[in-house]
């Protein structure tokens, strides 16, 4: 006879419980997992955090004094650049205006020494050929005195003359014609006939005034000279040989 088994009747109401339970076990496993991973990371996070380089505050400081220090020399660098520039710049004006006046000076030097005979020069004027007559008395003075040839470069110099020079020697201001004997001397040289006075200046103007009625080259064609006067398109001059002494004349202070 097969025995009876009795099953309380609240046997359902409990096994729901029991499966309830096992949910929030499972729920609570996994809840705790969670957290356990959250805490992992956060002292992970911590730790990187930790090992980076402290950076200090009067680190930051100091960089920023550094800062306003460089700041500082650069300014004072660049004031002392365009001081330097404007220096440069008045240096650079000087030295134009010192060339300026440099030329200037070289080209009031050069005429002085135009002036003074003391360079060679060339240009257009006249040759004046004086010589003796072909037949003349074997006895007596020379035919050609220096005052003939004085005569001719005063004429000359009247006429607008710029340079003259009587057988190859300038003749300047302080040159002395005079005459030893039969010689005659200019600036001290002695000069062989046939005699050549030549000068720069307007061909026509020069030639003109020697040729004028009554003037010198008539008056030494009548003494019997033999006198031509021929323009020339360029007549070459020589520098003045000689020198310049002054005993007696000072400038003026």
Known sequence: MRALRLVPTDAPARGGRARSVAALQIAAVVLLALMGFLLVTQVRATRHFREQPEVRTRNLYALAAMLRQEREARRQLEA????LQGRVREFEQAAASGRT???ALRRQVEEYRLALGLVPVEGPGVAVHVAEPRARPSRGPAAVQYQDLVAVTNELWAAGAEAVAVNGQ????TSGFSQVGGTILVNLRRLSPPFLVEAIGDPAT????LNIRGGVVEGLRGLGLDVRVERRDRVHLPAYQGGFQFEHARPTP
């Open 101 to 103: 006046a440099l030329e």
């Open 80 to 83: 002392q650049l365009a001081e």
């Open 206 to 209: 020069l030639e003109g005034a």
């Open 170 to 173: 300038r003749v300047v201001a």
